[in-house]
Nanobody, 115 residues
């Protein structure tokens, strides 16, 4: 059974930084894609960033140049480094992994950016 544990959310002032982590556990994980999604109040869930097993990344236009996604394959962990945070980045951030074709979601971590 795959479990995801997220950490790193919190309250930060506009212009600040946060780093999210998502660690996956389970037997014989063959993780394909790892990624972060977010859902803001009153809005649909949206993709923030993804990273493949080969290291290819994809970002939402709204976060390009401010957020960086990385992964530690040995630790089955994906990170999201967020800089220059804006009030509109406020949302619940969830990680998602694909093993190898099945999706698994984390519970989510709240990020609140005060203006």
């Amino acid at each position: 059974q795959v479990q995801l544990v997220e950490s790193g959310g919190g309250l930060v002032q506009a212009g600040g930084s946060l780093r999210l982590s998502c660690a996956a556990s389970g037997s014989s994980l063959s993780i394909n894609v790892m990624g972060w999604y977010r859902r803001a109040p009153g809005k649909q869930r949206e993709l923030v960033a993804t990273i493949t097993s080969g290291g290819s990344t994809n970002y939402a236009d709204s976060v390009k140049g401010r957020f960086t996604i990385t992964r530690d394959t040995a630790k089955n962990t994906v990170y999201l480094q967020m800089h220059s945070l804006k009030a509109e980045d406020t949302a619940v951030y969830c990680c998602k992994i694909v093993v190898p074709i099945l999706p698994y979601w984390g519970q989510g971590t709240q990020v609140t950016v005060s203006s």
